[in-house]
């Protein structure tokens, strides 16, 4: 009550001020400009791609950027939403730095890509009007959509690639292939303009993507077997495997488009996956109804069918359940995830928990094995299964003690997220500002071990009348309230999570 009355006062004598103001032209205080703000994150620390797509795809390049902006022009900074957006003339839009149409188009491995992905996504075209797309229709440079489900701004898939660059001291991830080192960070310049098309406020963000540790095995497995050790001998084996299991389906002998070529095939045909945008696998009869089974095989049609398993419960399981692989392998493929995720000399892992050295994917989430006796696989990409801060994954063990939910305050989460949980999807601070936009991509928290996850946070938070607590400083999450209410604090601090 008597704060309220406090209010009432101050903002009777703001009045009065005011008026005075009127009253004085050549004193008036004029509305401030705009002054906007730009954060921009990719929603994961690391997104897979293969080098070849001949034979068969997990994932396609896919990566998604989310963005909020704000006018930070108040005390109290306002969100821009597709509403205000439009009223003001503003556009909000991406481009990618490291990748562009003409650099992915003369990757030969892209190549592939362009060359395949209309078979695994009948309709698909790799590229319009010289543009390289994604499947969700978003190509390396366009305007982001909000999504006023999880209040940022949005481009879902961008077709983003490990390339080789021309500056090789980017070009950090070795190929299993042999080729040249290649760049797994590349990044992505995400920009505000006014409808006279001047820049308001931009950033840049780390989009990285790498390709996934399979081949580190498979391609020695395809030799040890009689066969060569290449994508396509590596694919001939994995498809002779697949027909001793349960299926038959040696998928190697599956032409889905019937030219008379093996492949390519989608695991996520006949697995369930949600990263796919999938709630229940097609099936191969769904997609090419037309499709064929080469001569020799030892399976019929009437063994094509989808599994019962997703695809995270075959990979996983089968890998931490196989004695080949544990005995001439891995024998610690439980705890080892980077034998996938995704290998290849990368770190998807990078954040401020990695620097606490004890910490490890499997306090997280969960080894193999838990991960398995817990059921998580029934739930792929779900936050029923996946991590929160105050909370690992069901299974998991962890050797420290998660944060307190105290510590965080009320999560606002979205009544109906596709995929991600509690931290991708979150929002704390008054309920509109996303976790990701102070604290950065999953795996790759601020401060990151990697400085170039810091550029950004470093660059909004870096000016010099700008103070920091001693052991802290402007590669820690954003908490300078400066930055986005002109008018508070310019020290560093703890933002209500509330
Ligand atoms: C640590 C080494 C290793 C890694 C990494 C690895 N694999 Fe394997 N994988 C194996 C071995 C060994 C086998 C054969 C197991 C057997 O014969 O019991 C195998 C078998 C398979 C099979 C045959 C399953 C069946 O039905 O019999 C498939 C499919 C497969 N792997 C896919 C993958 C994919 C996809 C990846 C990457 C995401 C991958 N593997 C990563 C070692 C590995
Ligand atoms: C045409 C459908 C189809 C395709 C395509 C397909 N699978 Fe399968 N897969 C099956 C079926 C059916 C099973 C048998 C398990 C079951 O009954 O659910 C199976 C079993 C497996 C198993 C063994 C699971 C276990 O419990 O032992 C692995 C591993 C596997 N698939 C991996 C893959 C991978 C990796 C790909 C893509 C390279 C793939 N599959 C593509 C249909 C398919
Ligand atoms: C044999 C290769 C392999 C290993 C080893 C592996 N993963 Fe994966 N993982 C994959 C692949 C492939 C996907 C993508 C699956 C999909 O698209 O649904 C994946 C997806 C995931 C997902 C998202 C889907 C889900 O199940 O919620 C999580 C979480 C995950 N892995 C955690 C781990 C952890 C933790 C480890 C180590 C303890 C690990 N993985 C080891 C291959 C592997
Ligand atoms: C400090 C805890 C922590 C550690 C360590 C950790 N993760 Fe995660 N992981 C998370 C959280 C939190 C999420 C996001 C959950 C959500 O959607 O909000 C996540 C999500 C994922 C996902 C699904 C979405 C995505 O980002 O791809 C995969 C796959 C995954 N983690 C794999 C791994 C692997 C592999 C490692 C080790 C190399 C690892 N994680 C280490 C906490 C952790
Ligand atoms: C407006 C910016 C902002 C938002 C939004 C925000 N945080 Fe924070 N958070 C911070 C800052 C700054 C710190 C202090 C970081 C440090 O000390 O390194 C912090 C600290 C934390 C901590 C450590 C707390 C402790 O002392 O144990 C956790 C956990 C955390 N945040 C989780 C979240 C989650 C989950 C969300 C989304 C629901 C979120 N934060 C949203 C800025 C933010
Ligand atoms: C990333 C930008 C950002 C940073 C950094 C930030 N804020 Fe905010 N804050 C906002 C936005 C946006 C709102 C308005 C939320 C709304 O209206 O839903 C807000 C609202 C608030 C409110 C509620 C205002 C009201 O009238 O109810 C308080 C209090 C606040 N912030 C305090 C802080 C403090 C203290 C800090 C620094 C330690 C801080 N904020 C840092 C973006 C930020």
Same mark, same amino acid.
């Given at each position: 009550?008597?704060?309220?009355?406090?209010?009432?006062?101050?903002?009777?004598?703001?009045?009065?001020?005011?008026?005075?103001?009127?009253?004085?032209?050549?004193?008036?205080?004029?509305?401030?400009?705009?002054?906007?703000?730009?954060?921009?994150?990719?929603?994961?620390?690391?997104?897979?791609?293969?080098?070849?797509?001949?034979?068969?795809?997990?994932?396609?390049?896919?990566?998604?950027?989310?963005?909020?902006?704000?006018?930070?022009?108040?005390?109290?900074?306002?969100?821009?939403?597709?509403?205000?957006?439009?009223?003001?003339?503003?556009?909000?839009?991406?481009?990618?730095?490291?990748?562009?149409?003409?650099?992915?188009?003369?990757?030969?491995?892209?190549?592939?890509?362009?060359?395949?992905?209309?078979?695994?996504?009948?309709?698909?075209?790799?590229?319009?009007?010289?543009?390289?797309?994604?499947?969700?229709?978003?190509?390396?440079?366009?305007?982001?959509?909000?999504?006023?489900?999880?209040?940022?701004?949005?481009?879902?898939?961008?077709?983003?690639?490990?390339?080789?660059?021309?500056?090789?001291?980017?070009?950090?991830?070795?190929?299993?292939?042999?080729?040249?080192?290649?760049?797994?960070?590349?990044?992505?310049?995400?920009?505000?303009?006014?409808?006279?098309?001047?820049?308001?406020?931009?950033?840049?963000?780390?989009?990285?993507?790498?390709?996934?540790?399979?081949?580190?095995?498979?391609?020695?497995?395809?030799?040890?077997?009689?066969?060569?050790?290449?994508?396509?001998?590596?694919?001939?084996?994995?498809?002779?495997?697949?027909?001793?299991?349960?299926?038959?389906?040696?998928?190697?002998?599956?032409?889905?488009?019937?030219?008379?070529?093996?492949?390519?095939?989608?695991?996520?045909?006949?697995?369930?996956?949600?990263?796919?945008?999938?709630?229940?696998?097609?099936?191969?009869?769904?997609?090419?109804?037309?499709?064929?089974?080469?001569?020799?095989?030892?399976?019929?049609?009437?063994?094509?069918?989808?599994?019962?398993?997703?695809?995270?419960?075959?990979?996983?399981?089968?890998? +931490?359940?196989? $004695?080949?692989?544990? #005995? !001439?392998?891995? /024998?610690?493929?439980?705890?080892?995830? %980077?034998?996938?995720?995704? =290998?290849?000399?990368?770190?998807?892992?990078?954040?401020?928990?990695?620097?606490?050295?004890?910490?490890?994917?499997?306090?997280?989430?969960?080894?193999?094995?838990?991960?398995?006796?817990?059921?998580?696989?029934?739930?792929?990409?779900?936050?029923?299964?996946?991590?929160?801060?105050?909370?690992?994954?069901?299974?998991?063990?962890?050797?420290?003690?998660?944060?307190?939910?105290?510590?965080?305050?009320?999560?606002?989460?979205?009544?109906?997220?596709?995929?991600?949980?509690?931290?991708?999807?979150?929002?704390?601070?008054?309920?509109?500002?996303?976790?990701?936009?102070?604290?950065?991509?999953?795996?790759?928290?601020?401060? +990151?071990?990697? $400085?170039?996850?810091? #550029? !950004?946070?470093? /660059?909004?938070?870096?000016?010099?009348? %700008?103070?920091?607590?001693? =052991?802290?400083?402007?590669?820690?999450?954003?908490?300078?309230?400066?930055?986005?209410?002109?008018?508070?604090?310019?020290?560093?601090?703890?933002?209500?999570?509330?």
């Amino acid at each position: 009550m008597r704060s309220k009355n406090k209010f009432i006062a101050l903002t009777m004598v703001l009045v009065a001020i005011a008026m005075l103001a009127t009253a004085a032209p050549s004193l008036a205080r004029t509305t401030p400009p705009p002054s906007y703000k730009v954060v921009a994150w990719n929603d994961l620390g690391m997104h897979c791609a293969c080098p070849t797509f001949a034979g068969f795809l997990l994932l396609p390049p896919f990566n998604t950027i989310r963005a909020q902006v704000f006018d930070a022009s108040g005390r109290d900074p306002i969100l821009v939403t597709s509403a205000n957006a439009s009223s003001l003339g503003l556009t909000i839009g991406y481009n990618m730095i490291d990748n562009s149409d003409a650099l992915n188009q003369a990757d030969p491995y892209f190549q592939q890509w362009i060359t395949y992905s209309p078979k695994l996504f009948p309709g698909f075209q790799p590229v319009v009007n010289g543009k390289v797309m994604g499947i969700a229709g978003n190509g390396l440079s366009g305007t982001m959509a909000y999504d006023s489900n999880l209040l940022d701004w949005t481009a879902v898939g961008i077709p983003a690639y490990p390339l080789v660059q021309a500056d090789t001291t980017k070009n950090v991830m070795t190929d299993p292939l042999g080729g040249p080192n290649r760049n797994p960070y590349p990044m992505t310049n995400v920009f505000v303009k006014n409808s006279a098309g001047t820049v308001l406020a931009s950033t840049n963000t780390v989009t990285p993507v790498a390709f996934g540790g399979c081949c580190t095995c498979h391609l020695p497995l395809a030799g040890q077997n009689g066969y060569p050790t290449t994508p396509t001998g590596s694919f001939a084996y994995l498809g002779k495997m697949h027909g001793t299991n349960s299926s038959k389906i040696d998928f190697n002998y599956l032409d889905p488009t019937g030219d008379g070529a093996s492949g390519p095939i989608r695991c996520s045909w006949c697995h369930w996956d949600p990263a796919m945008g999938e709630s229940a696998a097609p099936g191969l009869d769904k997609v090419w109804p037309n499709y064929v089974i080469m001569p020799g095989a030892t399976f019929t049609k009437a063994n094509v069918v989808v599994s019962k398993y997703s695809f995270s419960d075959v990979v996983h399981r089968f890998h +931490s359940q196989s $004695t080949k692989v544990l #005995t !001439q392998f891995d /024998a610690n493929v439980a705890t080892n995830c %980077y034998d996938c995720h995704p =290998g290849n000399n990368v770190n998807c892992y990078r954040g401020t928990h990695k620097a606490k050295t004890t910490i490890w994917c499997v306090d997280c989430h969960g080894n193999l094995n838990q991960r398995v006796a817990a059921g998580q696989m029934t739930q792929p990409w779900k936050a029923s299964t996946l991590p929160t801060c105050t909370s690992a994954s069901a299974g998991a063990t962890p050797a420290f003690a998660c944060h307190a939910t105290s510590a965080v305050g009320g999560t606002t989460y979205p009544a109906s997220p596709t995929l991600f949980g509690k931290f991708i999807n979150g929002r704390g601070h008054k309920g509109s500002i996303k976790c990701q936009t102070c604290h950065g991509e999953a795996h790759a928290e601020a401060p +990151s071990t990697m $400085t170039l996850d810091n #550029t !950004q946070l470093s /660059a909004m938070q870096g000016s010099t009348s %700008y103070s920091f607590p001693a =052991g802290k400083d402007k590669t820690y999450a954003l908490g300078v309230c400066n930055y986005c209410h002109s008018g508070k604090t310019t020290t560093w601090g703890v933002p209500p999570h509330q």
